[in-house]
């Protein structure tokens, strides 16, 4: 697999297990069929990451690219590079028009942007491409449920609300040692 998925998620697909796997699993027809905003949420180490990335990889053996994964932070800088000019620029754009355009979409740490009035306008419009084009995102975020409508804003959390919703991911951590 490519795309910029994680290695270490990557090197970790055939170990899945638990509860994390049961959920992935129950949402994985919601998944393929496009057209889902999801949001994963809960504490750090709960597999939600495995769980996009273990998507991607059914997407690419069923026939389909696997997508894209950015960490929320990354997409905003590359994006940001647009206003810059020259070959940066151009860079930038065509970043910003594969985010659109792909089946797939993984935007991880959501939690960890300032919140910016930039990055919300930004993120919003991103995501209203893909809702209007029928793509699957998945927004991966340490937020807690309660806090998830205003972290991200009216506007995804609508669309989310109607193609997907909030997947509580509140079991606990698979990197804590027994």
């Known amino acids: 697999m ?5 290695l ?9 297990g638990g509860a994390s796997h049961e959920k992935m699993l129950s949402l994985s027809d919601r998944v393929a069929a496009g057209d889902a905003l999801l949001i ?3 504490d ?3 597999g939600k990451t495995q769980m996009a990335t273990w998507w991607a990889h059914q997407r690419q ?7 894209w994964y950015y960490k929320a932070h990354d997409l905003l800088e590359l994006i940001r590079q647009q ?5 940066t ?36 419009n991103l995501v209203d491409h893909r809702y209007d084009a029928l793509k699957t995102t998945v927004i991966i975020t340490n937020h807690p449920p309660q806090d998830i409508p205003a972290a991200l804003g ?14 509580c991911c509140d079991w606990g951590s698979y990197r804590a040692r027994p």
């Not at 089946?103 to 910016?116: K, N, W």
Request: charged letters at 30%.
């Open 8 to 16: 270490r998620h990557i090197a970790a697909l055939e170990q899945q």
């Open 83 to 87: 206003y810059e000019g020259g070959q």
């Open 40 to 42: 994963l949420c809960g």
């Open 2 to 6: 490519e795309h910029r998925f994680p």
């Open 44 to 46: 750090r180490g709960g």
């Open 89 to 124: 620029a151009v860079d930038a754009r065509k970043t910003l028009e594969r985010t659109r355009r792909t089946g797939y979409l993984v935007i991880d740490e959501f939690s960890e942007l300032a919140g910016s009035e930039w990055e919300r306008r930004t993120l919003t």
């Open 61 to 67: 053996r069923a026939g389909h690219p696997c997508g």
């Open 154 to 167: 009216r506007s995804i959390w609508s669309r989310a609300e109607e193609t997907g919703g909030v997947v």
